[in-house]
């Protein structure tokens, strides 16, 4: 029970006891006692609901009296939306409590704080971006109150609440609309651009977890495919409009100078003592002792079933829903968890027990889960990118039961989010709830995510549906059909219609160029695929021609180490180089340059190893190319799953490597495996289907014997 909700005086002070008993300190009654947001308290950050942390399973409130938090903003206790200069704790606009009870600790000027009232000074929608704990939400709050102390303070504490929170600042002279965590107010029924174009006058200012804004960023439009590309083309294209501020977690030497001169305060003293490993935002937050909190918890005798929770919170989260969770779903969601560790073996605690010490603030600061009984529970976001977590997918125990409980609107969140981890089954299945469910928009990543997990075909169907519908309903060239007909195009292409899908690249290039402009990334991006599926088709002179303009415009637009560049100087090195030695040598010097600046695991470094694999392949090195072929497909199946058929080709290549090394018979029972577990992922007359039986009857051939 959370007592930013009580109204009355009365009630304000009993609660005000309540938390005074329980040792959460002087400073968070205050913080309880004064500020209310109607009903239920949803969101309020860490501070605020770790005030309810403690009490969430001894105080049992009504839970129909959540219903009225879904619209909620943050009020003042008279109902009103407060200004700037009345919310005089950070927590309230999202920050996390700092280690140690009393009031924040001083606020300490950030090396980016000019950059940042440089933004406010000529955009209106300004996004800090940075890794959680980093301080991005104290920085922005202590601008903002100095640059707007006048400004209402609009405060939407969830995503359905951001419609009368748009209202709200656009009838308003002077508003902020305040999106701490903006990843939690995108996506369906989020934040748009038409509510953007709303806002005359209100000024934007949002935080994001660096985690969360890399999943729209250039690397996860540089695939070759494109083909998930536009799922989030909404999202992508709200994110650009904003001015973006980059926030790092470590302080630099002039901060950590000007943190110095307040070490009387013992909190900023024990960060400073930290050293480099954590940032001193990091350490006041307490972000590294829950980490560790929760590790220890699996102890036998500990509280492993409350660390079970608390696994079963961040997967949550990990998983896409944007959401708290129930105390109940969490009852029945982390029993695999436990059961996974040792089960019984761990003596674990009684449920109650376990939600009471996940919830518990650890030094004063935030809880393991941040909530309460009534508006439910999120796992702290500095656990949820803790080390071991990437590229590693939730468990399909998780998944499963979360899809089986959520709204259509979750699983659109979980769908996009499963389509580009490259869990491909995953959010065919969520997206096709989302779309049985209403959720607009929905139909085009459903039909994106069906062609990418192997059913092309299928996908042009639906894709020309989506397409015809739009042309009729917006026009031919509006910018939504010119991204169904892209998908079209590069899906029939996908089918094996390399010649037709390059028509309507070109078509596509044509009308995107004088709609879009010559430099927008649709354009480019259908200017890649045009080449590609012209040198697909066998005229590899004019797709090398059309790479080397594109690389041109691309270096232009983007400079020399952008991931669309790599993308665009990996095709032309390969349509373009009459010389395999050369080529082979700017490959090798490409992937050096794409596993420094992108990651050994991002899929477009994969497929650099996959074109060099090739390579070796096409010059005869077939002991070389069967190597290069095992280690990838090895690391694209635990990158992308062994369903992916970017793997299914992986391993046909791999096979096609060892028929050339004269290692047949291996080859024979690779081959087998891989078409039967081919044929129940991918549809009937796939690429991939077709060319396992070509192979299969080649081993065949040699080995006197009929192929199956």
């Not at 104290?138 to 609440?161: C, D, I, M």
């Not at 991931?563 to 032309?572: D, K, Y």
């Amino acid at each position: 029970m959370s007592a930013l909700l009580l109204r009355g005086p009365g009630r304000a002070r009993a609660w005000a006891g309540y938390l005074g008993s329980v040792g959460l300190g002087a400073g968070a009654v205050a913080l309880a006692a004064v500020w209310t947001s109607g009903p239920w308290a949803a969101g309020i950050g860490a501070a605020v609901t770790t005030l309810a942390g403690l009490a969430a399973e001894r105080m049992r409130p009504d839970e129909t009296a959540a219903a009225g938090a879904a619209g909620e903003v943050l009020r003042t206790p008279g109902g009103r939306v407060p200004l700037l200069r009345q919310v005089d704790r950070p927590e309230l606009a999202g920050a996390h409590p700092a280690e140690a009870p009393g009031a924040a600790p001083a606020y300490i000027e950030r090396d980016a704080e000019p950059g940042l009232r440089a933004a406010l000074e000529r955009a209106r929608f300004v996004l800090v971006v940075g890794e959680s704990t980093a301080g991005k939400t104290r920085l922005a709050y202590e601008v903002a109150r100095t640059r707007y102390p006048r400004h209402a303070f609009v405060r939407p504490l969830s995503r359905a609440a951001l419609p009368e929170a748009v209202r709200i600042a656009a009838r308003r002279r002077r508003a902020v609309l305040w999106l701490d965590d903006l990843e939690d107010h995108l996506g369906a029924g989020g934040l748009t651009a038409l509510h953007l174009a709303s806002l005359d006058s209100a000024v934007v200012i949002a935080t994001m977890r660096v985690q969360e804004y890399r999943r729209y960023d250039a690397r996860e439009e540089s695939r070759l495919t494109g083909s998930d590309r536009d799922a989030w083309r909404a999202q992508r294209d709200l994110l650009q409009q904003a001015t973006v501020l980059r926030l790092p977690r470590h302080w630099s030497e002039p901060e950590r100078r000007r943190a110095a001169a307040h070490q009387g305060d013992p909190r900023i003293g024990a960060a400073l003592r930290a050293g480099e490993r954590f940032g001193v935002a990091e350490v006041l937050a307490a972000g590294p002792e829950l980490l560790a909190s929760w590790e220890n918890g699996w102890a036998p005798g500990a509280n492993p079933r409350g660390a079970a929770v608390v696994a079963a919170a961040v997967d949550c989260r990990r998983a896409g829903l944007r959401r708290p969770v129930s105390r109940e779903w969490l009852r029945e969601l982390h029993a695999p968890y436990l059961a996974a560790r040792g089960g019984g073996d761990l003596q674990p605690e009684p449920f109650a027990e376990a939600m009471d010490w996940a919830c518990a603030a650890a030094y004063a600061t935030s809880g393991l889960l941040i909530g309460n009984y009534g508006a439910g529970f999120t796992a702290f976001d500095y656990l949820v990118n803790a080390p071991g977590h990437a590229g590693v997918p939730v468990p399909d125990h998780l998944w499963r039961g979360l899809l089986a409980r959520v709204d259509p609107a979750d699983a659109y969140d979980m769908g996009l989010v499963a389509h580009q981890d490259g869990r491909l089954a995953r959010a065919v299945e969520a997206l096709d709830l989302a779309r049985r469910g209403g959720v607009p928009g929905a139909e085009l990543p459903l039909a994106i995510a069906i062609g990418d997990s192997g059913k092309p075909r299928r996908a042009s169907a639906d894709l020309a549906a989506i397409a015809r519908r739009r042309a009729d309903r917006l026009g031919p060239r509006h910018p939504e059909t010119l991204a169904a007909r892209h998908q079209l195009a590069f899906f029939i292409g996908e089918s094996g219609a390399h010649r037709a899908a390059a028509a309507r690249f070109a078509a596509l290039v044509s009308d995107a160029e004088e709609v879009l402009g010559p430099d927008h990334p649709d354009t480019l991006a259908a200017r890649h695929q045009l080449a590609y599926f012209t040198g697909a088709s066998g005229d590899t002179s004019a797709a090398a021609q059309q790479l080397e303009a594109l690389l041109t415009d691309r270096l232009r637009v983007h400079g020399p180490g952008h991931p669309l560049v790599l993308a665009a100087r990996r095709s032309l090195i390969w349509f373009g180089s009459d010389d395999p030695a050369a080529a082979d040598r700017e490959l090798a010097e490409l992937l050096a340059e794409a596993e420094e600046r992108i990651g050994p695991d991002d899929p477009h470094t994969l497929a650099i190893r996959g074109s060099r694999a090739a390579l070796a392949a096409r010059a005869g090195r077939a002991a070389e190319a069967a190597d290069a072929w095992a280690e990838l497909t090895e690391d694209r199946t635990r990158v992308l799953g062994a369903d992916h058929p970017h793997v299914i080709y992986a391993r046909l290549e791999w096979a096609r490597a060892l028929i050339a090394r004269g290692r047949a018979s291996e080859a024979g029972e690779l081959l087998t495996a891989v078409l039967a577990h081919a044929q129940t992922v991918l549809e009937p007359g796939h690429l991939h289907l077709r060319t396992a039986r070509e192979l299969l009857a080649e081993v065949c051939g040699r080995a006197g014997r009929e192929a199956p």
